[in-house]
């Protein structure tokens, strides 16, 4: 599996990508190949703030539908409009053409509580 050393991870298999007080958020590789096909993106928060763990959206593949959760607290601004029409980028690209959501950060500091590229390899065991 993919798994970027620029990157912070969950163990609910988001991804976030710091830049200055912004941030994006996506799932992962490993996620997206759990998931299978992925069909159809949802994302209603645009313009909320909401803290970390909370659901920011859904992501919905042939198997199963499953909530997507904030990996920090902050200010949804921006949804990946490309996934509406071609959700299956996050299949194809999870990292980059893939992003879900773009961030403003409300707290840096809780960045240290996720997960390092060596710690989510041990947490999928790969």
């Not at 299956?88 to 809780?110: A, F, H, S």
Request: charged share 25%; net charge negative.
């Amino acid at each position: 599996m993919n798994v970027p050393a620029n990157l912070k991870y969950t163990k609910d298999h988001e991804w976030l990508k710091v830049d200055g007080d912004h941030a994006y958020i996506g799932i992962t590789d490993h996620a997206q190949h759990e998931l299978g096909d992925i069909v159809f993106i949802e994302v209603e928060t645009v313009g909320e703030t909401l803290g970390r763990h909370e659901t920011f959206g859904t992501i919905e593949a042939v198997k199963t539908v499953s909530d997507m959760f904030m990996p920090v607290g902050g200010e949804v601004l921006e949804f990946n409009e490309v996934l509406t029409a071609n959700p299956e980028i996050i299949n194809q690209d999870p990292y980059e053409k893939g992003w879900v959501v773009k961030i403003r950060l409300t707290d840096t500091g809780e960045i240290s509580d996720l997960l390092d590229p060596a710690q989510y390899q041990t947490l999928i065991g790969d």
